[in-house]
């Protein structure tokens, strides 16, 4: 069964400084990974995924990610955090081949952002 | 892109009664639909899959009587929590799978439903 781990529950990062977000997956296949944000009380968007190709994933809003097999790992970037990143960030990996491609989250990593 | 419309929103209702919550594929069929239950910070948890024309399928631990789910048409979902208590008070989403992964969508999901069971 697939499963993802994300480290690090809260990380509080000064507005203009890098960030990254650790995601690490388990699936016996070449995985589909994705990273979603969630605003308070707010549904689910998608800030990018992989599939195959290029290992380094670019999404919207600055955000990009780096897939590593060696190291099962899909860790999400940004070089600049604004205010408006705080945030809940989910790192989901699709089981594909199981019944109705089952998309599994990770617990979420709650990004605070300080002046 | 697809778009997924789930409501209602928000809910409040007595401990005791059911409630109904929709999902609707607006521009796309959707066979499939993922039903997930978030508590407050914490992540989403797969409850249930569900298949037009079929049974769905329940994740280890949900309870099928509790928690009904019907498929009936291409473009329609629902989730019923049945007798609720005030430990069903959640926050639910549903999740449409895209025809393909290679879409640039990737999945669809509704905005949500805010569930209080008072």
């Known amino acids: 069964a697939q499963s993802v781990t994300q480290p690090d529950i809260h990380i509080t990062v000064s507005e203009g400084a890098s960030l990254e977000l650790r995601c690490n997956y388990s699936?016996?296949?070449?995985?589909?990974l994705f990273w979603y944000v969630q605003s308070p009380g707010q549904g689910l968007q998608l800030l990018l995924k992989y599939f195959s190709g290029d290992t380094l994933v670019q999404g919207i809003k600055g955000f990009e990610a780096e897939f590593k097999r060696s190291q099962s790992s899909f860790n999400l970037r940004k070089p600049s955090v604004h205010w408006s990143d705080a945030a809940e960030y989910f790192c989901?990996?699709?089981?594909?081949?199981?019944?109705?491609?089952?998309?599994?989250f990770g617990g979420g990593t709650r990004v605070l952002v300080k002046p | 892109g697809a778009v997924v419309s789930q409501h209602p929103s928000r809910v409040i209702c007595k401990s005791g009664t059911s409630v109904k919550i929709e999902c609707r594929s607006l521009d796309f069929q959707a066979t499939t639909m993922f039903w997930y239950r978030q508590f407050p910070k914490q992540s989403l948890m797969l409850m249930a899959t569900s298949n037009e024309g079929s049974k769905a399928t329940y994740e280890q631990g949900v309870e099928k009587d509790k928690f009904l789910i019907n498929h009936a048409s291409l473009t329609l979902s629902t989730l019923t929590v049945t007798s609720a208590h005030p430990e069903d008070s959640s926050f639910y989403i549903c999740?449409?799978?895209?025809?393909?992964?290679?879409?640039?969508?990737?999945?669809?999901f509704g905005s949500g439903t805010r569930l209080t069971v008072v």
């Open positions: 989901a990996v699709a089981g594909i081949g199981t019944a109705g491609n089952k998309l599994t």
């Open positions: 999740s449409a799978p895209p025809p393909n992964l290679i879409t640039n969508y990737g999945y669809t």
């Open positions: 699936y016996g296949a070449t995985p589909y």
